[in-house]
């Protein structure tokens, strides 16, 4: 029997477990793999992701995997496709649609998402290679005088109609407003904008007649800029996080999933576990990182076959800290117990 939207967008944030995004696109995983010293060929960008899906963490701590358009198409080294792998790990494929932000115009500093033409086609191709969820990522950037209310309505109008082109191809859709930690901005401005795009998203998929109980948010934590002289405390940051969420999110969500957003690695758990411990939220909350999970892995695959167990256990270990966040039982001492 074929899940439900319901039942998939509930799924993808039960139990302690999260998503991993592993929807790198090509310019973006080059970079990674530089600073690891690995050429960026579809072999080696194979290879990785076998490592990642069969891991032991995707049985355990993982219900879904966000694929970049080469990675849905791929076969492992025994002929077994990717999708596959991460179906008997008993995790869900995802696929990331959009084809990223471009400079928008009349607005200097800011972008607009693209990727909806065409995109009813490709949301049926996706079905039928496996995907059960996809992503669409918006790019709110903080400075002086933006973000503007243009690009604001613009990037929450694609987001809405993505959503309804999912939903209509029975998959969910993750949608993801992130703004973005990259400036000086304070924790409050941060706040500001925050509730500011999450309303107008929201008031987009109605009018966009989005089923919210099929959906997922993916939004960014609340927090200082990474240029900012006054950086937040985790408690600062779980609390108004919070407090955002439960202004602007309707119930009707069955899963919010954080992304990490430049975050580092224990920076990301803790201030999960910190949003669990409060209680009393109306959602399942969990993580949908990429980097705060892929780091380690890469640093210690690095590229050759002999370290292929050394990378799936930095894998297993930073998926297990945000399992345990997940569940509001991580503690900074469980960071030191490291997966065997």
Known sequence: MTASLEEVAYKLAAGGKGLLAADESASTIKKRFDAIGVESTEENRRD?????????????????????????????????????????????PGIKVDLGAHPQPGCPGETITEGLDGLAGRFKEYYDLGARFAKWRAVIDIGQHIPSYTSILANAQALARYAALAQAAGIVPIVEPEV???????????????????????????????????????PNMVIAGKKSPKQASVEEVAEKTIRCLKNCVPSAIPSVAFLSGGQSDEEATAHLDAMIRQGGLPWNLTFSYG???????????????????????????????????????????SEEKKAA
Not at 310 to 323: I, L, S
């Open 291 to 333: 980097r705060a999970l892929q780091a380690a892995p890469q640093k210690a695959w690095s590229g050759k076959p002999e370290n292929v167990a050394a990378g799936q256990a930095a894998f297993t270990h930073r998926a297990r800290m945000n399992y345990l966040a997940a569940l509001g039982q991580w503690t900074p001492e």
């Open 180 to 218: 973005l930690m990259d400036g000086d901005h304070d924790i409050d401005r941060c706040y500001d904008v925050t509730e500011w795009v999450l309303k107008e998203v929201f008031q987009q998929l109605f009018y966009g007649r989005v089923k919210l109980e099929g959906a997922v948010l993916k």
């Open 48 to 92: 990785y992701r076998e490592m990642l899906f069969r891991s032991e963490a995707m049985t355990q701590y993982i219900s879904g995997v966000i694929l970049f358009d080469e990675t849905i198409r791929q076969k492992a080294k025994d002929g077994t496709p990717l999708v596959k792998l991460i179906e008997d790990a008993g995790s869900i």
